[in-house]
């Protein structure tokens, strides 16, 4: 998936948001197979457990067996048909998330080559928000970070100004 770019920057910004709010003595349920974010975690210190590739909108069993402190889902939720059901299964009292926001400017990514690379959902902040508030989860910190591209282009010069990523930090409401 990046053998041509590396994502520095939202990996910057995220692993600051993650610091930001919980220590590296957590335990984290890394939502996904395991990725360079999830290597990148586990060097800062970090105890990660990532899904084994299930698909989550089917089976949502890791939950049941998941004792850690954390959930983390970036750049995950944008893929799944159901976040809802899978909000609702998380057992965590912290979660964080990250998505790409939808840009009025593209078209929905889908790869035509892998089925599980394509986003069923591009959200917008608010719906964000409106899931995470009706599945229980009172958000309590966000940000959003632009994720310019090194091109000449109407689309590309828009990049530089628009909000790419959405980043939510939310705990459960008991």
Not at 123 to 138: A, P, R, V
Request: glycine share 2%; charged share 30%; no cysteine.
């Amino acid at each position: 998936m990046y053998e041509k770019t590396f994502p520095n920057k939202r990996f910057k910004h995220t692993l600051e948001f993650l610091n930001k709010h919980i220590t590296n003595s957590s335990t984290i349920l890394d939502l996904g197979v395991e990725n360079p974010f999830s290597k990148i975690m586990k060097e800062d210190g970090y105890t990660v457990t990532n899904t084994t590739g299930q698909d989550l909108d089917n089976d949502q069993t890791v939950f049941q067996s998941a004792k850690t402190d954390v959930v983390t889902a970036f750049e995950i939720f944008e893929h799944l048909l159901n976040p809802y059901t899978i909000l609702n299964e998380i057992k965590s009292d912290k979660l964080f998330i990250s998505i790409p926001l939808r840009l009025w400017f593209s078209p929905a990514y889908r790869s035509k080559t892998d089925m599980w690379d394509r986003h069923y959902h591009e959200f917008e902040d608010w719906q964000l928000d409106w899931l995470l508030e009706k599945t229980g989860w009172k958000i309590i910190d966000r940000q959003k970070w632009t994720n310019p591209v090194k091109k000449i282009g109407i689309r590309p010069l828009l990049r530089k100004f628009t909000p790419r990523y959405y980043i939510v930090y939310a705990e459960k409401i008991k």
